[in-house]
Every structure is written in C-alpha cells, then in structure tokens.
C-alpha cells in the first residue's frame, strides 16, 4: 500500500461530534496506566540484554522538575519555587543515576536524539546546564555532527541575554517554546504572562544563531479563549513562523491536577468553540503551508519531523512524534520513562522517593510493564497507524509470523463501522485511513488495544478531539 506522506483531513463535525470520545493519546503500548509497580532489578537488566538493537543509537530523555512561576493549566510532574538553590542537590543525584544507568549499554552507542524536558529546563544556572552535559557525555557518547537531534523546553521568560547563546555552545540544535497562546486576557487567566515581543525575540535569536529546528506550542480550550481570538494567535504564529508548531486540546480534570483548580470553569470555551479553534488551526496552518503529521503536531515540509514520516520511519514515544524509530529511549530523572527493548519503566514521581533511591545505590524505578508477544504485536500495529495513516497486512504478518485478519477479526469487524463512516478503507491488503479519519486515528487505534476492550476496563482518558 502507498504511504501518504501528505494525508488530507476532511472536516465533518457529525461524524466528529459522534466519535469524540476519550482515549489513550498512544505515546506507549501498552499505556502507562498498564504499568505494574515492583519492576525489579532483574526486568531492567533483562531489557537491556535482549534490546533488539544492543549496539545501535541511543535517545536520551533527561527530566528538570523546577519551575519558577506556575502555569494553571500545566499537567506536568513539577516543583514550584523561586528558591534557585534547590537545584544542585536534585542535580548531584541526577549525576549519580547518570553513573548508574550508563553501566550496561555498550560505550559506542551514540547519542543521536537528546531533550531535555521538565518541568523549566533552562530554570537551572549555565555553569549547571554546563556541568549536566559534561556529566552525560562522561558516560554516553554525545555527537557533535549537523545530523544530532538534542533539543531542550525553554521558557522565554527564563532565558538571559546570552541563554540561547550557550545552550548551543554545550550541544543543542533544537529549541521547544511554550506559547499556548499570545491573547493577554487567556495569559492572565493561566499566570503565564509571556508578550509577543519576548517570543519574537527568543525565535530571533535562535535563528541567529543557527538552532535548526524550532518548535512553538499552543493549547485550545484555555479560559476566556474564543475562535477570533485563537485565530488571532495562530496568524501570530504563522507569521513568527516556526519549523514546527503544536496545538495542543487543554483537558481540564482539577481532581487530578491542583494548579487547575484555580482556573474557573465557568470561564472555559465550550465544546463547540474547541471543535472550532482545532477546524481553524488545521485550516490555518495546512493553508501556510505547515505539514499535519498527525493528532496535535504540524511541521513544515523540509522539517525532519515531517521527512521521517514520509520515509516511514516517524516513531512515538512519550515526547510525542519523534524521529529515531531505532533507538532504545533511555529517560533519567523524577518521573522519566524509559523504553527499552521489550520494556518500559518509569522512574518514581516521588522527588524525594527518586533521591532516596539513588542515594542508597538503588535504582529509582517505580514500576514498569514487560511486552507479551501480543503487546509487541498490537504496539506494532499501533505504532503504524498512528505514525503513517495506514497499515499493510503482510508487512505485520511477515515479522510476528500470523494470519491478520484471522488474528484481529474483532478488531476488523469493530471497524466495519468506520468504514461505513467514510473513515478507513479495508481491503484484502490492509488498512488506509481516509481524509475524514485522520482526526480520529485514536479511535482508529482503539480498536486494536487489547486492554481498552476489555469490559472491566474503567481508566478515564482525555477526549480524542
């Protein structure tokens, strides 16, 4: 089957309306809510010596919890304070599971894909940001060639006159900028005062200085947003012009996430005007010229991002669509989740559960999950669809050694509905995902989560639209 590099979306808000439901947003298979706790020592050996790929490229995940300002809206694993000191004990232990977590990948394996999340990464001093990859490249063999991919978060309204300057002096050619919106009364409403000027002057700079890629993210359902006014930031957005943009649906669940809680419901945007500002920002950005990769991400067409999917080789992991399908994702820090080989495992989200750990010489992971053939299977299956909008039959049988339509005929029939929708194509060869579908590739996913089907199953998700 072809692959479509260029997938159109077909806006039908009836057949929206019908299929928004919740669901998993498929950055693992299986999810992180199937991650078991007491992960052992044994299992995370075991995953790295039957890595598929034991001399391959590594990724690097590094996690800096801190922030100084609180942002209402914000889900993330986080501390809030001003107090800068705070750092550089988090930062000592960081080095020591840098030691111990190095040990057992084989020192040639280069780190082609590095990022730092948080979290404020650029909430630590340079000397520390310095003393960080100096530590990492101690123990992993860092790249200094035009094809790495180390990015970091950054907060305009953390940055130094000269930040920029040596975040690309210690390695990074990628810089992510959280916007989320540019109107002052939304910005007041979420406590992130961030002006257009600062942002202008933060993507100005980067591209000065040669940065390669540079990312802008944006959230839809925020408090006192409406779709003039969303459209107004994404025309800012367009003309400050970034290689890749975000726009990301806000899920307001204040039981799950404090900060939220100040945020007034009664000030959200309905469910209509969401579906509006996403139909605007897909119109808007594909009519500028921007590439939809898929769910929230856009990129212009000469971005790796979008190249990767072309070739067919996009990957999805935690961060989201990335690029380096082959590599084990080895994620350090509070909170962090690894994918190694047949595993994943995540570091506690406890700060001081993880320092404890690493203090006594234990590994701070939390829990984990192990792949059944099965999980592998369905992740495979998953992965495919969600990445390139279509699936061939052969290609999966070829590898896990079955018969597709006898192996997921539930799965199928559960999709005969979709299809009468206009929303896939089924054939003898395999799946396509038609323009109506690609907005709903989650659902599309569904049908193949082995655990999401189960009839005992009650996790909560966000909305797929």
Not at 15 to 40: E, M, N, W
Not at 173 to 180: E, K, P, W
Not at 274 to 292: N, P, V
Request: hydrophobic share 35%.
């Amino acid at each position: 089957m072809s692959n479509p590099f260029s997938p159109g979306i077909q806006w039908d808000i009836e057949l929206i309306k019908r299929y928004d439901k919740s669901g998993p947003r498929y950055t693992s298979y299986p999810t992180a809510v199937q991650f078991k706790p007491g992960f052992s020592r044994l299992q995370y050996d075991h995953a790295r010596e039957t890595s598929t790929n034991q001399s391959g490229p590594l990724s690097l995940y590094v996690h800096i919890p801190f922030c100084s300002h609180v942002c209402y809206y914000c889900a993330c694993n986080k501390i809030i304070t001003k107090h800068r000191d705070k750092a550089q004990p988090y930062l000592d232990v960081l080095f020591k599971e840098i030691e111990m977590r190095s040990q057992g990948y084989d020192a040639s394996r280069p780190i082609e894909q590095l990022h730092w999340g948080g979290g404020t990464p650029t909430f630590i001093d340079h000397e520390q940001m310095s003393a960080l990859m100096k530590k990492l490249g101690e123990h992993f063999t860092l790249l200094d060639t035009d094809d790495r991919d180390y990015s970091i978060e950054i907060d305009p309204r953390e940055l130094q006159d000269d930040t920029l300057e040596h975040l690309k002096a210690i390695g990074f050619n990628r810089v992510s900028l959280g916007v989320q919106d540019f109107n002052e009364k939304v910005q007041k409403a979420v406590n992130r005062i961030q002006p257009r000027s600062m942002t202008e002057a933060t993507l100005s700079q980067a591209r000065e200085l040669g940065f390669k890629s540079i990312n802008i993210d944006l959230i839809y359902g925020l408090p006192f947003q409406n779709r003039e006014t969303f459209k107004e930031t994404l025309e800012t957005v367009i003309e400050l012009s970034p290689d890749r943009i975000s726009v990301f649906n806000y899920a307001h669940l204040p039981e799950r996430f404090m900060p939220q809680r100040r945020i007034n419901e009664a000030d959200l945007p309905s469910s209509e005007d969401k579906l509006g500002m996403l139909e605007d920002s897909i119109k808007m950005l594909t009519d500028a010229g921007y590439h939809y990769v898929g769910m929230d991400h856009f990129a212009k067409p000469d971005d790796s991002l979008a190249q990767a999917q072309m070739a067919g080789k996009l990957h999805r992991n935690f961060q989201g669509y990335t690029t380096h399908e082959d590599c084990d994702l080895v994620a350090l820090g509070v909170s962090a989740i690894s994918q190694v080989g047949h595993s994943y495992f995540q570091n506690s989200a406890d700060i001081n559960e993880y320092m404890d750990n690493i203090c006594n010489d234990r590994l701070p992971i939390k829990r984990g999950v192990v792949l059944s053939d099965e999980d592998d299977l369905r992740r495979a299956v998953i992965k495919q669809l969600i990445c390139h909008f279509q699936l061939d039959y052969l290609d999966i049988e070829r590898v896990f050694d079955i018969d597709f339509k006898v192996h997921f005929a539930d799965a199928l029939d559960r999709l005969h509905v979709y299809q009468d929708d206009g929303l896939v194509e089924i054939n003898d060869k395999g799946i396509q995902v038609k323009d109506k579908g690609a907005l709903l590739i989650r659902n599309i996913c569904m049908q193949f989560d082995e655990y999401l089907n189960q009839p005992d199953h009650s996790i909560r998700y966000s909305k797929v639209i």
